[in-house]
């Protein structure tokens, strides 16, 4: 059996195609970051320190779930 590593904060592509996958509806560049921050929590396999996020890394996962967004569009 295969164990998946833990998503953490650092994990911005595995996020990114996880909030496309729940909310591919949802254009990326019209989420609060108090939102996209709660959404990042409730991925399934999602390990980390909830007190770890800041701007920086919610931008980029913003980022990274927009391109991810656009590709599929």
Same mark, same amino acid.
């Given at each position: 059996m295969t %164990?998946?590593?833990a998503i953490t904060w650092e994990?911005?592509?595995d996020i990114a195609i996880a909030l496309?996958?729940?909310?591919?509806?949802?254009?990326p560049l019209t %989420?609060?970051?108090t939102d996209l921050r709660n959404w990042v929590l409730e991925i399934?396999?999602?390990?980390?320190d909830p007190a770890k996020s800041n701007e920086g890394k919610?931008?980029?996962i913003q980022?990274?779930?927009?391109?991810?967004?656009?590709?599929?569009?």
């Open positions: %164990v998946m590593p994990s911005t592509e496309y996958e729940a909310r591919p509806d949802t254009d %989420v609060r970051f399934p396999g999602f390990a980390d919610l931008e980029a980022m990274a779930w927009h391109e991810e967004y656009q590709d599929n569009q």
